[in-house]
């Protein structure tokens, strides 16, 4: 149990549309960072989210978008969705400073059909 | 660039036998952290070590073990008499440790099947 929940579980979405994904980080952690985790790969880098503003980006095109609230909750969004981007998202928070591992939820399973 | 390679894809024991999982990785930083994480079916990452870069002492943790090796560049994880419950995909990973634990480069993971 590591306090982080993401939601939803499960998503299906066709091509060309726009999801939004929710995270719940822990009280106090004021960093979130996102991945893409494809089908029998290693989750890779989205973006990383430090009180509020986007403080490091991965190998991602633009319409891979977040937002990080006050109440320690984000969001990733991903705008004109493709068929590649059917992957578990995870989201991963912590506090900044504290040398502390990363939290991962749960993951959202996204299918783009 | 950062790199981690976990060249085994999947590993399959008999419950009770030890288990290697490897990890080599690559970074131009003096300072950094490696990780390992393990990804039971339902996909939560869950965390069960952190090494510092300056720190190549080994760790135990139960049946558990971790072996750094900077002059190899690797960071290898035993599980000794292995259990059923040791299966899921396990990841090695990578950070910075100017950008925090939360930017991680990782492997493509060594599924790991323990048979009873």
């Known amino acids: ?113 | 660039a950062q790199k981690v390679t976990q060249a085994q894809t999947e590993i399959s024991v008999v419950e009770k036998e030890d288990v290697t999982l490897d990890c080599v990785y690559e970074t131009r930083d003096t300072t950094y952290y490696l990780f390992w994480y393990k990804q039971p079916p339902s996909g939560e990452l869950v965390f069960l070590i952190r090494r510092n870069s300056f720190d190549e002492q080994n760790e135990i943790s139960g049946r558990y073990s971790w072996n750094f090796q900077k002059s190899t560049s690797s960071f290898n994880f035993t599980i000794t008499a292995s259990q059923v419950v040791d299966s899921a995909v396990y990841f090695c990973a990578l950070s910075e440790a100017a950008t925090s634990n939360y930017k991680l480069t990782f492997g493509k993971g060594t599924l790991l099947t323990v048979n009873p």
């Open chain 1, 1 to 113: 149990e590591t306090g982080v929940t993401q939601s939803p579980t499960h998503l299906i979405k066709t091509r060309g549309q726009q999801v939004t994904l929710r995270c719940s980080s822990q009280s106090g952690h004021n960093t979130v960072s996102w991945y893409q985790q494809a089908l029998g790969q290693g989750p890779q880098f989205i973006f990383q989210y430090y009180r509020e503003e986007e403080n490091g980006r991965g190998n991602f095109p633009p319409r891979f978008s977040g937002l990080q609230f006050p109440n320690y909750s984000s969001e990733l969004n991903v705008n004109a969705l493709e068929l590649d981007d059917s992957a578990l998202y995870l989201c991963a928070s912590g506090t900044w400073g504290k040398n502390t591992e990363a939290f991962f939820g749960q993951g959202t399973r996204l299918t783009v059909v």
